[in-house]
């Protein structure tokens, strides 16, 4: 069983920058691929970035290569995501996931065993 919970969503300015952050209790968090997913209202969840259990492999969606980075420190049974260049339409509520897989379909929703409660993001233009 594994617990998450994210911190750092809030309000940012067009071209602005945020990190979430997400903490995992259990003492196999390195064991697991770890993803984040964003849902705006009126829309389906959607997959943004999702690390290896070593950090060794990522992917992202096409709209945040570049600006976003997703990161882990084991050690601190810990994931991030650092956004960078933020833009209006990526405001939504940020979700932290993780799954024993790798890499399998890493972009599906239904492929992650485990959410956290979710952060919002504002982006005001």
């Known amino acids: 069983q594994v617990q998450l919970v994210e911190s750092g969503g809030g309000l940012v300015q067009a071209g602005g920058s945020l990190r979430l952050s997400c903490v995992a209790s259990?003492?196999?968090?390195?064991?697991?691929?770890m993803g984040w997913f964003r849902q705006a209202p009126g829309k389906e969840r959607e997959f943004v970035a999702t690390?290896?259990?070593?950090?060794?492999?990522?992917y992202y969606v096409n709209s945040v290569k570049g600006r976003f980075t997703i990161s882990r420190d084991n050690a601190k049974n810990t994931v991030y995501l650092q956004m960078n260049s933020l833009k209006p339409e990526e405001t939504a509520v940020y979700y932290c996931?993780?799954?024993?897989?790798?890499?399998?379909?890493?972009?599906?929703?239904?492929?992650?065993?485990?959410w956290g409660q979710g952060t919002q993001v504002t982006v005001s233009s």
């Open positions: 259990g003492r196999t968090f390195s064991s697991y691929t």
């Open positions: 996931a993780a799954r024993q897989f790798w890499p399998g379909n890493y972009y599906e929703s239904g492929a992650y065993e485990y």
């Open positions: 690390s290896s259990w070593s950090g060794g492999s990522t």
